[in-house]
């Protein structure tokens, strides 16, 4: 494939633009012509974040002429599971987190708040908004076509208590030698995934200072399973990166 710069465009815009050629926001067209350099006339790609890449080319005024909309350059069918990492809001490393697990192969990043939250996010609307142009900024360099969706910050409990009964939730802790390592669990519990074709495989994250003996005993009565992710102690940005790779390293090893 050529090795052309990729822009992120919602699948909205690009289906409900009534021309041949869509007007760029102000961010786009900065990136294109300021940040990339790209000259009028060059190609490019662009992506919808949802399965599908175009070749395009950069217009003046803002424009760039998306070629043959109906049938894309490229189309990716969606993983039969898609894969999810909840992780405890931490104090810092979080944008780290978001980059990382995106460039991995991560499918939905739930933020979550907890007992032992270092730091308690304020103004979360305008950091959703960053936080999102960080995951298209992800997308974008690493050459994914489904885009990750960061979801809304909900409280630990109340994300396990309104989970879809065919999704599947690991929690991961530290300092227990009965958990067994995620990726043997996964591998132990394929049959679980039978028949649940759409469904999310999670894996729960923890603050620094671990989880609350209240959390525990919630997860032990809910019969939620407890998973290890290495043989050391890892920070939060460490493990969230760890749990994503071995999340996507089992999946590619079921097809």
């Not at 190609?43 to 070629?67: H, M, P, Y």
Request: charged content about 25%.
């Amino acid at each position: 494939m050529d090795d052309l710069i990729r822009l992120l465009i919602h699948n909205e815009r690009i289906i409900g633009n009534k021309n041949k050629n869509l007007k760029l926001t102000k961010d786009e067209a900065h990136y294109l012509n300021k940040v990339m350099r790209i000259k009028i006339g060059k190609e490019i790609f662009i992506t919808n974040g949802q399965g599908s890449l175009w070749r395009a080319k950069n217009l003046e005024n803002n424009f760039v002429e998306i070629k043959n909309i109906d049938n894309p350059y490229v189309f990716k069918e969606k993983e039969k599971f898609s894969l999810g990492i909840a992780v405890v809001v931490p104090k810092n490393g979080f944008e780290d987190i978001l980059k990382m697990c995106t460039e991995i192969g991560i499918d939905f990043i739930q933020p979550l708040f907890s007992e032992r939250q270092v730091k308690k996010i304020s103004n979360f609307s305008k950091k959703f908004l960053r936080w999102n142009s960080i995951v298209n900024e992800a997308v974008e360099q690493s050459e994914r076509l489904w885009r990750p969706s960061i979801l809304n910050g909900v409280n630990l409990i109340d994300w396990i208590d309104s989970r879809d009964s065919k999704n599947i939730i690991s929690i991961s802790v530290t300092r227990n030698n009965s958990s067994e390592n995620l990726k043997h669990w996964l591998t132990k519990k394929e049959n679980l995934f039978d028949n649940k074709e759409g469904a999310i495989i999670w894996n729960a994250i923890g603050p620094e200072g671990g989880w609350s003996k209240d959390e525990i005993q919630f997860f032990v009565k809910n019969s939620i399973p407890f998973v290890k992710l290495s043989e050391t102690i890892l920070r939060t940005s460490t493990a969230a990166v760890n749990a994503t790779s071995i999340l996507s390293q089992w999946r590619d090893d079921l097809y």
